[in-house]
DNA sequence: AACACGGGGAT
DNA sequence: ATCCCAGTGTT
């Protein structure tokens, strides 16, 4: 339904990728690299890495010390290991051939599901479910209506998805709906205004509804040094929540969330106007 | 299901 | 100051 006006979208808007012109090598390192790490940050690593190591079995070769100086600052350092053993192992046990199976690729280190099913797609042209945060945010506000995904996907939502698969160029519509979600539904700021497929939209047709966590946060946020103070202080003498988690809950959304929710049940904040929280008058 | 794990650009 | 990012592995 969705699916010409988005392949048009990105015939037209893609951008040119190393890791869209290159072998399944290429396509690993760039996977390893991009997960939980942007684009942008990513290209100018991923460039130095291929000149350098250009396939597993050069890379098999090189010393941890060395793989990590090369992984620079990307964050998650622990990819850069993880690689290197995926480049020992597709040298030696695979003889330089990765893998083209996703109970295979999973077995690898590093790679679980989404990168399996990233490979299958991206490396091999096969058809696979390829759900990252891109996708699921795009088609969460599409059809569901509401502003972010859940935390992991569920089962309608696999199934879903599954469906909208074509059957020829499964790959390329995996990179047309990942790149939509890139470059125009973001995560902040969506611009709608360059969508194809704003007029289809339900979140955009029921005018942005903010998902309640999101809410929450900024409610609490919004929150006066002096009332924030209270409610930290009523839930520390209610043991609503250990020391520790009353600490983490900048941090950790679920917990605000679970303990705002406590709160309003016992009464002990209420809620104010459209969206303030406060506590009840005396 | 919840968490730890990095780092820096955007806002 | 906080959110976000082509997730994985452990508990």
């Not at 699916?3 to 190393?18: G, V």
């Not at 940050?41 to 010390?65: E, F, G, H, N, S």
């Not at 990819?79 to 083209?100: D, N, Q, S, W």
């Not at 520790?244 to 002990?268: F, H, R, Y």
Request: charged share 25%.
């Amino acid at each position: 339904m969705y699916e010409k006006e988005i392949l048009a979208w990105f015939k037209k808007n893609k951008r040119d990728l190393p890791w869209r012109k290159t072998d399944t090598w290429g396509v690993l390192v760039s996977e390893f690299m991009l997960q939980q790490t942007p684009v942008n940050r990513v290209l100018p690593v991923y460039i130095d890495w291929m000149k350098r190591w250009p396939t597993a079995a050069t890379l098999a070769k090189a010393t941890p010390a060395e793989v990590i100086t090369a992984w620079g600052r990307l964050g998650y350092p622990r990819r850069a290991l993880r690689l290197h053993e995926c480049a020992k192992v597709i040298t030696k046990e695979y003889k330089g051939r990765i893998p083209e199976n996703e109970s295979e690729l999973r077995a690898l280190p590093g790679i679980g599901e989404y990168t399996a099913a990233a490979m299958m797609a991206f490396a091999f042209g096969a058809r696979s479910l390829v759900l990252d945060i891109n996708i699921r945010r795009l088609f969460a506000r599409l059809y569901d209506g509401v502003q972010s995904p859940t935390a992991s996907a569920t089962k309608q939502e696999k199934a879903r998805y599954e469906a909208l698969i074509p059957s020829k160029d499964a790959h390329i519509w995996a990179a047309a709906t990942m790149e939509l979600g890139a470059l125009v539904c973001t995560s902040q700021s969506p611009k709608c205004g360059i969508c194809p497929v704003a007029k289809d939209c339900t979140w955009r047709s029921l005018d942005y509804p903010q998902s309640d966590i999101v809410k929450r946060r900024q409610t609490w946020h919004g929150t006066d040094r002096q009332c924030r103070g209270a409610i930290v202080q009523a839930l520390r003498e209610n043991e609503l929540l250990k020391k520790s988690e009353i600490a983490q809950l900048w941090d950790v959304p679920s917990q605000l969330e679970k303990a705002l929710i406590t709160l309003l049940d016992d009464g002990l904040i209420e809620a104010r106007g459209k969206s303030g929280y406060s506590l009840p008058r005396t």
